[in-house]
């Protein structure tokens, strides 16, 4: 299914010349101010009706127990694997809309 979506991804990508970009960090910044400037610059290259409908970001934090340093980023995905238990347990996902005026919303199944 990735390598389908990731096709034509790749034939509706409204961007034809794709810029250079670097990757963000927090550097002690707000993660909406973060994540924001991640997605924007994730979309310089990546436009097309699939990234709009199925892609988004994971937010990673890195902590150094040596050096006491954490590193936040925001990278982006077109898909989630989640392990299935072998035992009966909830999973919840927390779906966090790029509007701010809109709500989080917290969905918890049983598996």
């Not at 994730?42 to 436009?47: E, L, M, Q």
Request: hydrophobic letters at 35%; one cysteine or more.
């Amino acid at each position: 299914m990735n390598f389908l979506l990731d096709g034509l991804h790749e034939d509706l990508n409204r961007i034809r010349v794709k810029p250079v970009t670097s990757p963000v960090e927090a550097n002690g910044r707000p993660d909406q101010v973060v994540a924001q400037e991640a997605w924007l610059r994730h979309r310089k290259r990546n436009d097309s009706v699939i990234a709009d409908l199925f892609q988004g970001q994971f937010r990673s934090t890195v902590y150094c127990p040596k050096c006491e340093s954490v590193s936040v980023t925001f990278d982006p995905f077109m898909q989630i694997s989640v392990p299935l238990p072998k035992q009966h347990s909830v999973i919840s996902v927390i779906f966090m809309p790029r509007q701010h005026s809109k709500k989080l919303s917290r969905v918890s199944r049983p598996v």
